[in-house]
C-alpha cells in the first residue's frame, strides 16, 4: 500500500512562516498530481495548493504570493512553504497525492493524516 506522512506543523506568530512537508512510501510505481488540503474548524475542506508531475502550480486565492508549493520526485514529497501567515490560515492541513501503485497499475487517491497549523494574532 501506499503511505503519506506530513511533518511541518506548529505553532506561528502572525507573520512567521512555516514549511511542510509529506513524503509517500509503499508500493509506489508514480506520482501525478500533489496538494494540500486544509480544514478549519467548522468550515468545509478546502484546496490551498496543487502541483502537477511536471510542476505546473495552482493556489486558492487567499494564498497567493504568500504560499508556495513544490515537490521532489525523486524523493516522493511534496512541500508548503507558508510565509506571512495569518490567524485565518490555521487549520489542520492534509496532503494529497494521486498514486498509481507497482501492483496492478492502480491509481487512486491518498490522503496523509494531517498537521495541525495554529497562528497566533
Known amino acids: 500500500q501506499v503511505q503519506l506522512v506530513e511533518s511541518g506543523g506548529g505553532l506561528v506568530q502572525a507573520g512567521g512562516s512555516l514549511r511542510l512537508s509529506c513524503a509517500a512510501s509503499g508500493s509506489i510505481f508514480s506520482i501525478n498530481g500533489m496538494g494540500w488540503y486544509r480544514q478549519a474548524p467548522g468550515k468545509q475542506r478546502e484546496l490551498v495548493a496543487a502541483?502537477?508531475?511536471?510542476?505546473?502550480?495552482s493556489y486558492v486565492d487567499s494564498v497567493k504570493d504568500r504560499f508556495t508549493i513544490s515537490r521532489d520526485n525523486a524523493k516522493n514529497t511534496v512541500y508548503l512553504q507558508m510565509n506571512s501567515l495569518k490567524p485565518e490560515d490555521s487549520a489542520v492541513y492534509y496532503c494529497?497525492?494521486?498514486?498509481?501503485?507497482?501492483?496492478?497499475?492502480?491509481?487512486?487517491?491518498?490522503w496523509g493524516q494531517g498537521t495541525q497549523v495554529t497562528v497566533s494574532s
Open positions: 502541483i502537477t508531475s511536471g510542476g505546473s502550480t
Open positions: 494529497t497525492a494521486k498514486v498509481t501503485t507497482i501492483v496492478f497499475r492502480m491509481t487512486n487517491d491518498y
